[in-house]
């Protein structure tokens, strides 16, 4: 059996045995026959249901927040927001998706000649806990509305989640089978991607499931979208709008305790607001209130794993035993619980695990710079490149240094997020392909050429 935990409480809350092989593939069959029939809706027709799927979203948010709260500890007001977000990608892509897969005409020596964008089939998911509807909802929902049918394989400790979405998707009124759950062990994963009635596979996780996953789609000669995370730079030059840069860099890092693949992480300051800007952080994160996720006025719940918390507070004693310095937090909270306080390091190098790895909790480190030329070059000094934060009055020169951060994103004066209107996606070893806006609805489709004498 799999148990899903409230990180929270430690209780036991939902618990269910795997499938089985044999149901893993009664499941396939099952997703196969309804692609048959769900690629013949036309846009209008599956727009319907997905402003259908987005009305009962926000109908029933609070008590989908409180199931996401109480699977995996996020606070209560973002998860809130959250499922609104999930709402909004719907009603987007119910709107838009039509004009996104119209046809495109091209001059050729033809009478006629176009692409059009047709669905292929059963896209497999591998979905991440750390937003567990917006992880699966941002995945299932372009390529579904793009005719594909869509098998979800979600996190271990998230399954009574993934079991709630299957159901709003019935409740909705979508057919059976258009979307799927499967709860199986790693080790049947592979099969899935094996399977010739499975079209493509996306992941989002760390770089290590990552390239296990994309050397099994290349195997398979399936398509496959990877989003792995990152280590992302958020910079602070010295005529940055100084309170609205270090508030918003808090909300960025801390936000989800910390659990956040395109949080910022390196803060990379001009060293002539280096102290200010520690000093203000340091204020900003001391004042934090840790405590029931459920309550209004809690400002950061726990970790969501045991696993997570010790891995997060490796890397924070590494880094300190190479000669980071602990400004704030550095600590458990108390022996029992999940919770780590926030945390500030300084004296941060290449070498250390809080500067060359993916830090998933709540820990700031803060880089100094000479300038902005140095700022760029210690953001681009990493093997992740997701999004970027970028912080200046001085607009020309902040869209020049946008065009050299080595990322999928770069936000200036704000703070990286996910859009449904724009494509979301990294470069390096934060993955390849992308999801959401136009790009996102055409990644599993097929680009078929027609040419009419």
Avoid at 201 to 207: A, F, I, K, R
Wanted: charged share 25%.
């Amino acid at each position: 059996m799999i148990q899903s935990i409230n990180p929270y409480t430690g209780k036991i809350i939902f618990e269910h045995r795997e499938n089985t092989a044999d149901e893993v593939e009664h499941i396939i069959q099952e997703t196969h026959q309804a692609f048959l029939r769900w690629k013949a809706y036309d846009y209008a027709s599956r727009g319907k249901l997905f402003s259908r799927l987005a009305n009962l979203l926000r109908e029933n948010k609070e008590s989908y927040a409180r199931l996401i709260t109480m699977e995996m500890g996020k606070i209560v007001v973002e998860s809130r927001a959250e499922v609104e977000k999930c709402a909004w990608l719907c009603d987007y892509y119910a709107e838009h998706a039509a004009s996104m897969l119209e046809a495109e005409i091209f001059e050729t020596d033809a009478g006629k000649s176009y692409v059009r964008f047709d669905p292929v089939g059963i896209i497999y998911g591998i979905m991440p806990w750390n937003f567990p509807f917006w992880q699966a909802f941002r995945a299932a929902v372009p390529t579904m509305m793009a005719g594909n049918t869509f098998i979800l394989k979600h996190a271990p400790n998230v399954l009574q989640t993934a079991k709630a979405i299957e159901k709003l998707f019935l409740e909705a009124g979508f057919p059976e089978n258009t979307f799927s759950n499967v709860i199986i062990p790693v080790e049947l994963s592979e099969n899935i991607v094996a399977h010739p009635l499975v079209e493509g596979v996306t992941l989002t996780g760390s770089q290590r499931a990552g390239a296990i996953v994309a050397a099994q789609a290349g195997k398979y000669l399936k398509k496959s979208v990877m989003e792995l995370g990152g280590s992302d730079p958020y910079i602070v030059l010295k005529d940055a709008e100084f309170n609205v840069s270090c508030k918003t860099g808090v909300c960025s890092r801390m936000l989800n305790a910390g659990q956040v693949c395109i949080s910022a992480k390196r803060f990379i300051v001009e060293e002539a607001v280096l102290d200010q800007f520690l000093k203000e952080q340091q204020k900003l994160l001391e004042n934090m209130v840790l405590g029931d996720p459920l309550l209004e006025t809690t400002d950061m719940g726990p970790m969501a794993r045991m696993d997570l918390l010790e891995h997060i507070e490796n890397q924070v004693n590494t880094s300190i035993k190479m000669g980071a310095k602990v400004i704030c937090g550095g600590r458990r909270r108390d022996e029992t619980s999940l919770f780590y306080t926030p945390t500030l390091l300084t004296d941060v190098a290449k070498g250390m695990p809080v500067f060359d790895e993916e830090t998933f909790g709540p820990v700031s480190v803060v880089i100094p710079a000479k300038d902005a030329e140095d700022a760029i070059r210690i953001a681009n000094d990493t093997p992740y490149g997701l999004g970027a934060s970028l912080w200046t009055q001085n607009l020309a020169l902040a869209e020049k240094l946008a065009a050299q951060l080595e990322a999928g994103a770069v936000f200036i004066n704000g703070m990286t997020k996910s859009d449904p209107r724009l494509p979301f996606g990294g470069t390096k070893r934060s993955g390849y392909g992308r999801e959401l806006s136009t790009l996102g609805i055409r990644e599993f489709v097929n680009a078929k050429t027609v040419w009419i004498a």
